[in-house]
């Protein structure tokens, strides 16, 4: 994929919803109406209400259209759909409503964003990429490589000793998390 400039939005700077989060936190009830709220900075920047119903979400927004000077009020239908979990429950996902070309989306999503005059839809519709996708190579391998030693129980710092083996954790399992950090360091020059 074809990395985007570094003036375009990333999925961490555009208001969105997780179905995730909702469903961990008991809010996917039907009838259930919720505020749902962002903050930039410190500082609020949108609000927008929220009715689950048994097969979907109705998002009801105020949004300026295409950098318009008026607020256009919008409601929206977003489908949800649920997949059956190995042990029991389910999973529940957004399906995209949005459409370009007079190509539906329809793509299963479990963030939507808030973009254009689309409304929410998935990140691909939006062309949206992650902050972590244009961090250049080294960058990428400098933050896998603190993980790695944070998890087994170290600091971030790569100059210090390579943290020992915690108790429990078997010698295999310790092997492969040493080899991934060695390639992870070797990627930002601090091997």
Known sequence: MARRRSGWPTCEMVPAIDIRQLHREGRLLPGLTLPLSWEQAG?????????????????????????ATDWKSVVQHVPIEWTPCHLGGGRPWFRCTASSNGNYCGRRSAVIYLGGDAGFACRHCYNLNYASQRESRPYRGLGKARKIRMRLGGDANLLNEFPARPKGMHQRTYGRWRRLYDIAASRCGAA
């Open 43 to 67: 500082e609020p920047c949108g609000t927008i209400a929220v009715r689950i119903d048994p097969n979907g979400m109705v998002l009801s927004f105020r949004a300026r259209i295409d950098d």
